[in-house]
């Protein structure tokens, strides 16, 4: 089946910096995506989604990305800062289907 | 906010033992699911529920069976338990009728297998 995918397992930044976690979907059916944040311990947390009509959305300090030429989606978090440590998880759905997710990217700040 | 509450964060069992594994959620939705998350190989769909007494199997059903007679609790049920169902499982809900909606997680039950 088709599935969910992140480049980069584990991602390394100083607070402040800007991080970019990326993912990589391979149905092109998909029309909504998911951004998950999973701190230890806890449940997966709901940061931000895009439906496919767009190719950008903000949040608070957060920004995703879509490229649907290349089936890209990435999640962009200004001035990073410790509390940001956690996994990133993308996921993707098409009409109402049940979300397929990707497998996580850590993502550790350095004071 | 919605609060999706699993009744245990941490449960030890012994293998062949009968498991119950309770979620609630506050927010009369109609959606409920079920997850494991395992290591490499991130969160996998074992069953859902679309509405009361309503259940569809998901990615990994084997082992697992469901109950969902109200509409804010949903039960997962592993009738004979095995270790490789050591595991953290996660209980999500989400708003029917909402084409993109997110799914609301609990924080999981953590469940070793003995």
């Known amino acids: 089946g088709e599935s969910v995918g992140l480049h980069l397992p584990t991602l390394s930044v100083q607070e402040g910096d800007n991080s970019i976690i990326n993912c990589a979907y391979s149905n092109s059916a998909s029309d909504y995506f998911i951004w998950y944040k999973q701190e230890s311990g806890k449940g997966p947390q709901f940061i931000i989604d895009?439906?496919?009509?767009?190719d950008k959305r903000q949040g608070q300090r957060v920004t995703v990305l879509l490229n649907k030429t290349v089936k890209h989606l990435s999640l962009q978090i200004a001035a990073t800062q410790p509390g940001d440590s956690a996994v990133y998880f993308c996921a993707e759905t098409s009409g109402y289907s049940t979300l397929t997710f990707g497998k996580g990217t850590m993502l550790l700040v350095s004071p | 906010d919605v609060k999706v509450t699993q009744s245990s964060r941490y449960l030890v069992k012994r293998t062949g033992e009968k498991v119950f594994l309770e979620c609630v959620q506050d927010m009369d939705h109609e959606n409920m699911f079920w997850y494991r998350q395992d290591p490499g190989l991130g969160l996998r769909l074992i069953y859902f529920s679309y509405d009361v007494k309503m259940k569809e199997k998901g990615d990994i059903p084997e082992g697992y069976s469901v109950s969902r007679e109200k509409k804010e609790r949903f039960s997962l049920i592993l009738e004979s338990a095995s270790t490789n169902q050591t595991s953290m499982y996660l209980c999500a809900s989400r708003l029917s009728g909402q084409y993109n909606s997110p799914l609301h997680f609990g924080n999981g039950t953590r469940l070793t297998v003995t």
């Open positions: 895009i439906r496919s009509n767009m």
